[in-house]
Structure formats: C-alpha cells, structure tokens
C-alpha cells in the first residue's frame, strides 16, 4: 500500500508538471500585449529669439513660433488643437509639418502691439496615436516689425521723396473742374478754401523744386482763382469753410456755420500772396494772376468782420444766420495769420486795437510758465495741438518776428519740443510713443477726428506734427521722418504720402488724407531747407507795412 501511495503521488506531480508546460506553450503562442504608449509631450518652444518661456513679449509680427514634440505629431490633429487667438477671434494661421516632429508656424501678419494666445489642446495626437501628455497656453504679446520696409536713401532724398509725393494730393487729386484741395482722400467733390490755400503754397515748391512746371504750376492757380472769382459764393470777399467744387456752391461746415469762414479765408489768402510774390514775371500770363489776386485780396472785408466795429475779430458770418456762431478769433492758437493780413489790408484794414484786445486780449494769452525745461511764451497749458506753430507760419516767417508779446521763433521751437518730449515721457503710457515716434495736433482719431495735445492725448500719432515742425526741431523730427518711412511704410505711406494718423497702442493706422495736414508738410520742409515760402510771403509790401503797423518788429 505504501509503495502505491507513494507512485499515485509521483503520478500526480508528473501531471500537473505536463499540465503547467502546455500553459505555458499556450501562452507563448499568443502575441505580446502591445507596451504602454509613452508619454507625448511639447519638449520646446521658441519664437524668434526666445524661447522656452510661457510669456512672450515684444515679439517681432514676423517672427515664427518653432513648436517641437518628444516624438512626431499626427498632421490630420493639427488644425483643430493649435489654435491663435486674438481675444475671442481665432487667427487663421498655416503649420509647416515639413520637420516634424518640430512644427513651425509664420507670424506674418499679425498686428503690431496686439496680445494673443497660442493653445496645444489636448485632442493633440503623436503619429502612434498618443495623446497630448498636456495642454498649454503661451501667451504673445507683438511688438514693432523693425525691419525697414523700403530700401534705404540719403536724408536729402528722402526729404525729396515726401514732398514730391505729398504734393500729388493737390496735383493728381485736386479737384477736377476748380482745381481746388479736396476735403480729404473720400470727399468728392467738397473742397476746402484753407486746405486749397496750403495746397497752393506747396505748388509753389513743387515749382520751385521742378516736381511740376512753372508754366504748368501757373496753370493750375489760375485755375483756382478763377474758379474762386466767378463760381464761388462770398460773404463780404470770406469764403466758406467748404465749397462744392464743381459748381462753387456753399456746403454748410455746421448748422450755423454755411456762409463766411474768416479763418479759411486767410490761410487762403495767404498762399495767394506767396503767389502773387513767386509769378512776379511781365509775362501776360504771370501779369494776368497777380491782377486776379490782388482783386481776390482787396474784395476781403476784414474789417466787416469786427461785428459792427467790435474790436475784435469774428470768425463767422452767414447771409441767414448773420452771427449766429458768435465765435470771436482771439489767441493763442492757430489764427495769428487773420489779424495779420486784416492789419495788412489796402482796402478792408483793421486797426492795432482790434490785434491787441481781440487777438492779443492785451496780453491774457501769455503763458510763461516751463514745461520740460522750456518756457512757454504764450498759449494754453503745454502748448496745445501743434498745428499752431504750423498754420500761420507756412507764410509768417518765426525767424523775423517778435513783437511785445513773444520773439515768435522761440514761442514755436518751445512749443514743439513740449510736444516732443510729452511724448518721449508718454505719461500716459501709450504704445509707441517715443523719440521716434512723436507729434500731437488735429488729425483723424479711430471713429473721429480730434485736436490732440499733451492735454487731449488720445494715444494717436500724426506725421503732419513731427515733419511740419522740421523747421523748429530738424534733428527730432528727421528721426520721426526716417522712423514712419522705413519701419512703418508699408502701413502708413501712400500714393498721396503718409496717412494722417496711427494709434498704435490700439493696432489702427488710417487710411485717410486730409488736405490741411498734407499741406504743411511739404511747406513746412521747403521752409526748412529753402526758406521759399516764408521769403516769399515776408517780400509782400503790404505784409511788411501790416505787421509794423501791429508792433512787429521785423528783421
């Protein structure tokens, strides 16, 4: 019994050795469970020059994001797992998969000073069919494209550059029938009488700088002052501010501003007597516009514009609305050139009283106080909008000015160096203010169109205020010059030259020109390097008689 035991034990093991040997040939003849997917992870980023951060700042908008993953990503997940976003807006963007597992993706065309968000999702699949270990957000904050748009030149040509194409606003776009400066780039056919009177001085430069013909230059004035003589309403020799400029009719500026527009008028008038003193040949042609715009000047009733003897100016007087605008001219600001030519009238004079309680206010118009280190002679707070040092001195001469209020060179020098370096402090902290970048004074606004100063300071930049105050501050206003040309050309220059404002703090460049700013920068630059037009109008006998008589000391 003892033996069978221990057989029947024997036997027993001996099985179940048999039958864990089939198990384990069994099993080895089933495949291999695959491995675990191994975690697919983003290994690096780099966008230009940085890289491997989560925040991204001041990035060029022609950079390229390089993404790169542990191991090479499925394309067919791509489109719907990396997405840019500006906002809520998703930014169509293309993937270059041509080195994957790196992935490359352009900026072109990204806004300057925009934030976006570049996301990873998670439905972000490898080749293997793994997903995303994790998702991730980065965010890109752009800066400036500082790559030159145009290809370099000399600072003399590049000055050519910008007058000679400035200039075709008044010459290709002038208004078809009267020749006169049209609105600005989309307003048919409203003219503006201060706009044409700029547009006619920059003329004179074009001339001067053989742009266009004296013969064809002549031509053209002609033209305008023909129009103006025989089509165009007037109220008592003032032109309204806005003029049909196919038939000559009044466009109302404002419900009670359809008549006479003082203001207008002599920024008009002004660049006809710079006309008048630059066709001085005996020619009867050049003999013909020099009689033509002295009757022009002489018909001006300067002197009706003191509302009944007042002794003081008034900007606006309409055949219905009589006074109704009730706006006296009074300084500081932009219209020292009405009393001027008021004062220098052969027919319609005002007298020195009227310049110094209207205009001068006997003397409340002073400032004095320093900003930045530079006193201000006269005017509001910091200044004001910077058309002030342009408007009237497109024909007045600041070198040879002074009277007992302010030597007039100084009041504008100082002046446009407030602005400067108010924009070089940006208190404010707008985008893009710098000693690059500066200038403050009327011009288009996003959705307007506003005076803007140190004390209005919307966060636009206009290229009139840097480049016509080239003659105040050359050095400062070249720089600006080189800096919207080269950096920012490709979005602010044009057919017609720069667009009339950027705010770059909001990514906005305009798409508008607008005649009284175009206008002075092309006179403001001769005047800077010729002296023409300020030579010019400083010549005029009557001008020179006008401004001793207000106590100008002339040189």
């Given at each position: 019994?003892?033996?069978?035991?221990?057989?029947?034990?024997?036997?027993?093991?001996?099985?179940?050795?048999?039958?864990?040997?089939?198990?384990?040939?069994?099993?080895?003849?089933?495949?291999a469970p695959a491995p675990p997917p191994a975690d697919f992870r983003l290994t690096g980023i780099?966008?230009?020059?940085?890289?491997?951060?989560?925040?991204?700042?001041?990035?060029s908008p022609q950079d390229t994001i390089e993404l790169t993953f542990s191991e090479k990503v499925a394309t067919g997940s791509i489109a719907e797992n990396i997405v840019l976003k500006q906002e809520d807006a998703t930014i169509p963007i293309t993937v270059n998969h041509d080195h994957n597992p790196t992935l490359r993706i352009p900026l072109a065309g990204l806004q300057m000073y925009t934030r976006y968000e570049l996301t990873v999702n998670t439905g972000l699949k490898s080749e293997t069919g793994a997903a995303i270990f994790t998702g991730k957000v980065f965010t890109i904050t752009t800066g400036m494209d500082l790559s030159d748009k145009f290809e370099r030149i000399s600072d003399e040509a590049l000055l050519d550059l910008?007058?000679?194409?400035?200039?075709?606003?008044?010459?290709?776009?002038?208004?078809?029938?009267?020749g006169?400066?049209?609105?600005?780039?989309?307003?048919?056919?409203?003219?503006?009488?201060?706009?044409?009177?700029?547009?006619?001085?920059?003329?004179?430069?074009?001339?001067?700088?053989?742009?266009?013909?004296?013969?064809?230059?002549?031509?053209?004035?002609?033209?305008?002052?023909?129009?103006?003589?025989?089509?165009?309403?007037?109220?008592?020799?003032?032109?309204?501010?806005?003029?049909?400029?196919?038939?000559?009719?009044t466009i109302a500026f404002g419900t009670n501003d359809n008549g006479g527009d003082l203001v207008e008028t002599a920024f008009l008038i002004q660049g006809l007597l710079a006309a008048r003193q630059y066709f001085h040949d005996a020619a009867a042609a050049e003999t013909a516009l020099r009689n033509?715009?002295?009757?022009?000047?002489?018909?001006?009733?300067?002197?009706?514009?003191?509302?009944?003897?007042e002794n003081v100016l008034y900007w606006h007087w309409s055949a219905d609305k009589g006074w109704a605008m009730n706006m006296k001219i009074t300084g500081w600001n932009e219209?020292?050139?009405?009393?001027?030519?008021?004062?220098?009238?052969?027919?319609?004079?005002?007298?020195?009283?009227?310049?110094?309680?209207?205009?001068?206010?006997?003397?409340?118009?002073?400032?004095?106080?320093?900003?930045?280190?530079h006193t201000l002679p006269l005017g509001p707070e910091y200044g004001g909008p910077l058309f002030f040092t342009h408007y009237s001195f497109l024909g007045l001469d600041p070198?040879?000015?002074?009277?007992?209020?302010?030597?007039?060179?100084?009041?504008?020098?100082?002046?446009?160096?407030?602005?400067?370096?108010?924009?070089?402090?940006?208190?404010?902290?707008?985008?893009?203010?710098?000693?690059?970048c500066w200038g403050l004074t009327a011009s288009d606004i996003p959705n307007g169109y506003t005076a803007s100063s140190p004390t209005n300071d919307r966060g636009v930049i206009a290229p009139t205020a840097a480049l016509s105050s080239m003659p105040y501050t050359p050095e400062e206003s070249m720089?600006?010059?080189?800096?919207?040309?080269?950096?920012?050309?490709?979005?602010?220059?044009?057919?017609?030259?720069?667009?009339?404002?950027?705010?770059?703090?909001?990514?906005?460049?305009?798409?508008?020109?607008?005649?009284?700013?175009?206008?002075?920068?092309?006179?403001?630059?001769?005047?800077?390097?010729?002296?023409?037009?300020?030579?010019?109008?400083m010549a005029d006998p009557e001008i020179q008689a006008g401004l001793v008589k207000l106590g100008f000391s002339v040189q």
């Open positions: 019994m003892k033996k069978k035991s221990t057989f029947n034990f024997q036997l027993s093991t001996f099985h179940f050795q048999l039958l864990l040997i089939g198990l384990l040939l069994a099993t080895s003849c089933k495949s780099r966008i230009g020059a940085q890289g491997e951060a989560k925040n991204y700042a001041d990035v910008v007058q000679r194409q400035t200039f075709r606003y008044f010459w290709d776009f002038g208004h078809p029938v009267s006169m400066a049209r609105e600005r780039t989309t307003s048919g056919n409203t003219v503006t009488s201060g706009g044409t009177g700029f547009g006619i001085m920059a003329m004179l430069a074009a001339a001067e700088r053989g742009f266009v013909s004296r013969a064809d230059a002549l031509s053209r004035i002609q033209k305008i002052v023909t129009f103006l003589d025989e089509k165009c309403t007037k109220y008592h020799g003032a032109y309204p501010h806005w003029l049909n400029g196919e038939t000559g009719a033509d715009i002295t009757r022009l000047w002489e018909n001006v009733e300067w002197d009706w514009y003191q509302k009944g003897g219209c020292l050139i009405a009393y001027v030519l008021a004062a220098s009238s052969p027919s319609h004079a005002i007298s020195k009283a009227v310049y110094e309680e209207g205009w001068a206010r006997n003397g409340a118009f002073a400032n004095g106080k320093s900003y930045y280190g070198r040879r000015l002074a009277d007992r209020y302010a030597n007039y060179w100084e009041q504008n020098t100082r002046h446009s160096l407030i602005n400067y370096r108010y924009c070089v402090e940006n208190p404010k902290g707008y985008t893009g203010y710098s000693a690059d720089r600006a010059l080189r800096f919207f040309y080269y950096k920012l050309g490709d979005q602010l220059w044009s057919e017609y030259g720069f667009y009339d404002a950027l705010n770059l703090s909001a990514g906005w460049f305009d798409n508008q020109h607008i005649a009284i700013d175009q206008g002075p920068i092309i006179v403001m630059i001769e005047n800077h390097r010729s002296g023409l037009l300020w030579n010019l109008f």
